[in-house]
């Protein structure tokens, strides 16, 4: 049956950015959603979709294995840098 009712606590929109610390690119179009909908809440099409809608949205799931890979790509330049 489908209804158009929105139950309490159920998500309508849910956007999960990334799943693994590599993974860059969602992470920052994620970040740049959230402002583009807060910059822009004054829009009417933006105002109605923040007020109708039930929005999750997770730039990084695991943001401890991005600060890992952040260290890693560190160390990897700066030994390329000293080897020249």
Do not use: W
Not at 2 to 10: F, H, K, Q, W
Not at 13 to 32: K, P, T
Not at 35 to 43: E, P, S, T, V, W
Not at 45 to 63: E, Q, S, Y
């Amino acid at each position: 049956m489908c209804t158009d009712v929105n139950e309490v606590g159920e998500v309508e929109f849910q956007y999960i950015a990334n799943m693994h610390g590599d993974e860059v690119v969602g992470r920052e179009l994620s970040l740049y959603l959230i402002y583009h909908l807060c910059d822009q809440y004054h829009q009417p099409r933006i105002k109605a979709i923040v007020d109708n809608t039930d929005i999750h949205i997770l730039p990084t799931m695991n943001p401890d294995g991005a600060f890992v890979r952040a260290r890693a790509c560190v160390r990897a330049c700066v030994r390329a840098c000293v080897e020249l």
